[in-house]
């Protein structure tokens, strides 16, 4: 079992570009979260994706979009980056309904200048 | 919304000794979930142990235990017998009972091991 897989590791972008990151979940999961962990802070909730669908999404700007896959697999995407976007984000994968096991990745730091 | 408070910044301790990190948290919710997870300098968020709010009893792995007092809104992890791969950042984090499937951290603790 891979566990949850994202890729890239690492990547520079400069202001105002677009990324996009991604992300394979665990074996058996149909669930996906992502979130973004700024330097000496604790991950903070971007969104969840469940059925293809957001399902919930945390206290971030519109430039923050995601997909799902009918596969479960998911990407983040930021649009218009800035400064402010430079963090480690990590994606997450569960079962519906088995929430608590929750499963991450190691993540992507995304450095922008 | 819920809030996660961790009071250390940095700890430290020596090698098979015990350490305390300690967590607070604020929520309206009467059933809920509460973690510890452990990230290395790999940057994997790694479960420590878990607990869930209606159980009284508290939640044990191996030299990782807990201290939940729900009444108190606290909720502190014990290290026994440290080893050097316990130095990480550790992160308390809250996730309400059924629907919202989001955990809410801590800004966490890092922890040093010295030999």
């Known amino acids: 079992d891979a566990g949850v897989t994202q890729s890239p590791t690492h990547l520079i972008k400069t202001r105002g570009q677009q990324v996009t990151l991604r992300c394979s979940p665990k074996?058996?999961?149909?669930?996906v979260s992502w979130y973004q962990q700024a330097l000496g802070q604790g991950p903070q909730f971007i969104f969840q994706?469940?059925?293809?669908?957001?399902?919930q999404r945390g206290n971030f700007p519109d430039r923050f979009s995601g997909h799902q896959f009918p596969n479960y697999s998911s990407e983040l995407n930021v649009n218009a980056l800035l400064l402010g976007d430079s963090a480690l984000y990590l994606c997450?994968?569960?079962?519906?309904?088995?929430?608590?096991?929750?499963?991450f990745g190691s993540g992507t730091q995304l450095s922008v200048l | 919304a819920q809030t996660v408070t961790q009071s250390q910044p940095e700890m430290s301790v020596q090698e098979a000794e015990t350490v305390t990190l300690s967590c607070t948290y604020d929520?309206?919710?009467?059933?809920?979930?509460l973690f510890w997870y452990k990230q290395p300098p790999s940057r994997q968020m790694i479960l420590v142990i878990r607990?869930?709010?209606?159980?009284?009893q508290n939640a044990t792995e191996n030299r990782f235990s807990v201290n939940f007092q729900k009444a108190a809104k606290s909720f502190s992890l014990k290290i026994s017998d440290s080893q050097l791969g316990d130095t990480a950042m550790y992160f308390c984090?809250?996730?309400?009972?059924?629907?919202?499937?989001?955990?809410?951290f801590g800004k966490g603790t890092k922890l040093t091991v010295n030999p």
């Open positions: 997450a994968s569960s079962q519906t309904g088995f929430g608590e096991k929750l499963f």
């Open positions: 074996s058996g999961h149909d669930t």
């Open positions: 994706y469940y059925e293809e669908e957001e399902r």
């Open positions: 929520t309206s919710e009467n059933n809920y979930y």
């Open positions: 607990q869930e709010a209606y159980k009284q």
């Open positions: 984090a809250f996730m309400p009972w059924g629907g919202s499937e989001k955990l809410v």
